[in-house]
């Protein structure tokens, strides 16, 4: 069965988008996108709240997404592929292929999903993957993080939550001077 990876954009102060909700500090270079579409590899299912799903969508509804590099046409063939699990109590509908919708975050929902999916899962966004982590749902955290600070907004991890975390990976983007760190949960 499956890890649950939450993988996440983080400023060097712990926050995914500043207090507007901005994170266009957090634009790839090429190399990076094709680093974490070849970390996405074993990925065969999103889980996804309506916020990060409203965002991620365009990679099957714009096609202009696919036009802006090889690396980006190279991503949303791996995004297309995966299975999508919306979970929202908001959202009538999903309009991509491949994607169906959950009304709660429950671990039923989770182990579900693990056991419909052949690879690994992610859980994106960090009200979603915070409820999944208070819950003890998430084997991985991966942060890619970026050098700058924003000093506040939406934070990376919910407040008080406690854990353990073992490193299993770091890895050096020189040209923006990112680090991605993997961790294992447990």
Known sequence: MGKIIYSVSSTLDGYIADAQGDFSWAFP????????????????????GRRMYETMAVWETDPSAADESPESASFVEVWKRAR??????????????????????????????????????????????????????????????????????????????????????ERRFDEQGMVQVRYETG
């Not at 996108?33 to 996804?48: G, H, K, R, S, W």
């Not at 960090?126 to 924003?150: C, H, Q, S, Y």
């Open 84 to 169: 999508k699990v919306v979970f929202s109590r908001t959202l009538d509908d999903v309009w991509t292929e491949r994607t169906r919708l959950e009304r709660e975050l429950t671990a039923q929902a989770v182990e579900r999903a693990k056991a419909e999916t052949p690879g690994d899962l992610t859980i994106e966004g960090p009200t979603l993957a915070g409820t999944a982590l208070r819950m003890g749902l998430v084997d991985v955290v991966e942060l890619m993080i970026w050098p700058v600070t924003v000093g506040g907004g939406t934070r990376v991890f919910p407040d008080g939550l406690r854990a353990n975390l073992r490193l299993a990976r």
């Open 29 to 48: 270079t090429e190399a990076v996108i094709a680093a974490l579409t070849e970390d996405m590899a074993n990925v065969t299912t999103y889980l996804y």
